[in-house]
C-alpha cells in the first residue's frame, strides 16, 4: 500500500495536468483499501484465530496439515476471500496500470531550463561557500 501511495504521488507530477484522472486514483485508493480489509477481516484474521486454536489443542503439525486446510468451513473462507481480491484487482490495480501508461503514453513537458541554477542539495558541503566563513 505505501508503494502504490508513492507511485501516485509520483505520476501526479510526472502526467500532464490535462491528461490526469482525480476519479481514476480515488477509485484506485479506495478499491485497494477495500479489498485489502475484506482479505485481512474476511479471510485471514479468522482463520489465523482458529489456527492458532488447533495448533494449541491438536499440534502445530494439525494447523498446517492438510486435512485441516481442505475442512469446508475453511474452504468456504477461501472462497468469501475472492470479492476483495477481484475489488482489489479490477477497482484498485487496474486503475494504476492505466495511470501509469498515462504517464508514460503523455508525460509532463514542464523541465529545468539546462543554464538554471539547480537548488542546492541538503547537507552538501560547499567548499568556496565554505572559505569565505
Same mark, same amino acid.
Given at each position: +500500500?505505501?508503494?502504490?501511495?508513492?507511485?501516485?504521488?509520483?505520476?501526479? /507530477?510526472?502526467?500532464? %495536468?490535462?491528461?490526469?484522472?482525480?476519479? %481514476?486514483?480515488?477509485?484506485?485508493?479506495?478499491?485497494?483499501? !477495500? =479489498?485489502?480489509?475484506? +482479505?485481512?477481516?474476511?479471510?485471514?484474521?479468522?482463520? =489465523? !484465530?482458529?489456527?492458532? /486454536?488447533?495448533?494449541?489443542?491438536?499440534? /502445530?503439525? /494439525?494447523?498446517?496439515?492438510?486435512?485441516? !486446510? #481442505?475442512?469446508?468451513?475453511?474452504?468456504?473462507?477461501?472462497?468469501?476471500?475472492?470479492?476483495?481480491? %477481484?475489488?482489489?484487482?479490477? =477497482? =484498485?490495480?487496474?486503475?494504476?496500470?492505466?495511470?501509469?501508461?498515462?504517464?508514460?503514453?503523455?508525460? #509532463?513537458?514542464?523541465?529545468?531550463?539546462?543554464?538554471?541554477?539547480?537548488?542546492? +542539495?541538503?547537507?552538501?558541503?560547499?567548499? %568556496?561557500? #565554505?572559505?569565505?566563513?
Amino acid at each position: +500500500m505505501l508503494a502504490a501511495g508513492l507511485l501516485l504521488f509520483c505520476l501526479r /507530477y510526472l502526467t500532464r %495536468a490535462d491528461r490526469w484522472s482525480d476519479r %481514476a486514483a480515488k477509485i484506485s485508493f479506495w478499491s485497494l483499501n !477495500i =479489498g485489502l480489509a475484506w +482479505m485481512a477481516f474476511v479471510n485471514l484474521f479468522p482463520l =489465523g !484465530i482458529v489456527q492458532l /486454536y488447533y495448533a494449541v489443542d491438536i499440534g /502445530y503439525w /494439525y494447523a498446517r496439515s492438510l486435512a485441516f !486446510i #481442505n475442512l469446508p468451513w475453511v474452504n468456504f473462507l477461501e472462497w468469501a476471500r475472492l470479492p476483495g481480491d %477481484a475489488l482489489f484487482i479490477v =477497482g =484498485g490495480a487496474l486503475p494504476l496500470v492505466w495511470l501509469c501508461w498515462q504517464a508514460l503514453r503523455y508525460p #509532463n513537458p514542464l523541465r529545468i531550463e539546462p543554464e538554471t541554477e539547480l537548488p542546492r +542539495m541538503l547537507y552538501t558541503y560547499d567548499a %568556496a561557500r #565554505n572559505d569565505s566563513l
